[in-house]
């Protein structure tokens, strides 16, 4: 039996300027047209703002740029990709990276937020600093303030059975702890997440 995939992926590779590549991804081959169109839209406005984040008020010139993605999940009816920029300036100590992710729930035909993930009324953010605290804690991650919760819009992303939820560079810790991510299972978020959703999707065992 082939192995089907809910979209197909090509890469477009466009240069901003001397030493500036960005590489992002576009969706085929998809029966809702419209959708497909609204998705590529959306990662086209999502790598534009991530270079608009490297150089609005740019402290020096940019010496270098380049831009990936990766794709974290494309199965179950649920797109997940995240994209990144590095960029060095001149003189400066070291590069930049922001990392921003997409997950389109494509039953639904929409982009997720992390609220859409879980059940109404359910406090997701308590549930997931408390599982990302433990984490802190058992992995040593060095903090620059501590780490009260996470904000109900947090940076995620869905890999197969687990919810990643990440941070930015110097988030919550210093430069050389990178992104600090967080692996979650499902199944550990099982009683609060929307069963016919992106989370409830993946839990099924199947």
Do not use: W
């Not at 494509?106 to 997701?124: R, T, V």
């Not at 433990?134 to 919810?163: C, E, M, S, W």
Request: charged letters at 20%; one cysteine or more; proline letters at 6%.
């Amino acid at each position: 039996m082939p192995i089907t995939f809910p979209v197909r992926v090509e890469t477009v590779k466009f240069s901003n300027g001397p030493n500036q590549t960005i590489f992002y991804p576009q969706v085929t081959g998809m029966e809702n047209k419209q959708l497909q169109r609204a998705m590529n839209q959306t990662i086209a406005y999502q790598t534009r703002q991530l270079i608009q984040q490297q150089t609005e008020g740019a402290p020096a010139v940019v010496e270098e740029m380049i831009g990936f993605y990766e794709l974290k999940n494309n199965q179950r009816q649920v797109f997940s990709v995240a994209l990144s920029n590095y960029t060095y300036y001149h003189h400066a100590a070291h590069g930049m990276t922001y990392l921003k992710s997409l997950t389109f729930d494509l039953q639904q035909g929409k982009l997720c937020q992390l609220k859409d993930l879980f059940k109404p009324g359910s406090d997701y953010v308590k549930r997931l600093s408390d599982l990302i605290r433990v984490q802190i804690t058992r992995r040593h991650i060095p903090l620059l303030d501590g780490f009260t919760a996470i904000k109900p819009n947090q940076d995620f992303y869905i890999a197969d059975k687990a919810l990643v939820v990440y941070f930015q560079l110097y988030e919550i810790a210093p430069y050389a702890a990178g992104f600090p991510m967080f692996p979650i299972s499902v199944f550990d978020l099982q009683d609060i997440i929307k069963e016919d959703g992106p989370l409830g999707r993946m839990a099924i065992n199947d």
